[in-house]
């Protein structure tokens, strides 16, 4: 099985990404950052132009620097790990919770099973940016680092939740159609017990199909950052400040996790162009290696599903031949 993933490169290429950014952007925080030196905020070029900050990704490659001067590689480097960990972290109790509620709600009375669907039809048809905007997630006091994970938990508790019943009512949904099957009602006709039924049965069925929903909702999840970025919600919170020259507040954020980069620098896009869209371009790469994953993932469950098919008619071929043989020998 191990081999077989083996020579899905789409597959490997995806799941290293992953992985070579979370951990490049570890080591930049805790060991890289104190040895890079500062970028100089003037230089003069090769003819005696004077230039200072924001550089753009042609004069510093590959994506410029901001108005402070400070590095957009790695700054979105930097902020891989908390984007990344908070897509993957809620995309994982997403699925859990709503599984497990899935479960249940395929079990449940008539009525319930009605009223949970049409309040789940809320999260259908109003945006999920727009409820969880209404939500206290936003922070802008810097209270150390306890505030800091608190304000983080209280996010992953919203960004769960708000998932869960549209998710809930879509894998109990996936759950009747399975139970509608021949096999399922002569199991239950035998009388075999809803566990035995599930266990054997519906969950051998449901759980590619929970597996691969996994890979979309990182998607997703990543999809509302940008979106929770436009409405000053960062992962982690931010901070204001005033610029008195300008007579402007400027909105930071204290994780630099992409969608945050974006929200704060948005008005950089007409300006200097290259702030907004390098941590625009990490998403949009991290997107489609998700979905790359994902269609991989796809293609190789349902290659397994006829490989087990096929292995299945050969062992029966073995085992018809081995009981001819057996009646040949029987019968001299």
């Not at 104190?34 to 070029?45: A, E, L, V």
């Not at 930097?78 to 395929?106: D, R, W």
């Not at 790359?292 to 993932?297: A, G």
Request: net charge positive; charged share 15%.
């Amino acid at each position: 099985m191990i081999k077989f993933i083996l020579t899905k490169k789409r597959l490997i290429l995806g799941i290293l990404y992953f992985i070579s950014l979370i951990l490049l952007s570890f080591f930049y925080s805790f060991y890289l950052k104190d040895h890079i030196p500062p970028i100089k905020r003037f230089y003069r070029d090769s003819l005696g132009v004077l230039h200072s900050v924001p550089y753009s990704p042609t004069q510093f490659p590959p994506f410029g620097t901001d108005r402070g001067g400070v590095n957009l590689f790695w700054k979105v480097i930097e902020g891989a790990k908390y984007t990344i960990g908070v897509v993957l972290i809620v995309s994982v109790f997403q699925i859990l919770f709503s599984t497990i509620l899935g479960v249940a709600l395929s079990n449940s009375f008539v009525l319930i099973r009605k009223t949970f669907a049409n309040f789940a039809q809320i999260f259908y048809y109003i945006p999920t940016v727009l409820i969880i905007s209404f939500l206290p997630m936003a922070s802008y006091e810097w209270g150390g680092v306890h505030q800091f994970l608190a304000i983080i938990e209280k996010q992953l508790i919203i960004l769960i939740g708000v998932a869960i019943p549209a998710l809930s009512l879509y894998v109990a949904n996936e759950i009747d159609v399975i139970m509608k099957k021949e096999f399922i009602v002569s199991a239950s006709i035998l009388g075999g017990s809803k566990f035995f039924i599930f266990r054997k049965h519906v969950w051998p069925n449901i759980k590619g199909k929970v597996f691969l929903l996994f890979f979309q909702q990182c998607s997703q999840v990543m999809i509302l950052l940008t979106q929770l970025g436009i409405f000053n919600i960062f992962i982690g919170g931010g901070r204001i400040t005033n610029d008195p020259l300008m007579g402007t507040n400027s909105v930071y954020s204290f994780s630099n996790e992409w969608a945050g980069l974006m929200g704060a620098n948005r008005i950089e896009l007409f300006i200097a162009p290259w702030i907004v869209l390098a941590p625009l371009f990490m998403f949009a790469i991290s997107i489609f290696m998700m979905n790359m994953i994902y269609k991989q993932m796809e293609e190789l469950m349902g290659e397994t599903k006829i490989k087990v098919k096929v292995e299945k008619k050969e062992k029966e071929k073995v085992k018809q031949i081995d009981k001819n043989w057996f009646e040949i020998a029987k019968h001299g």
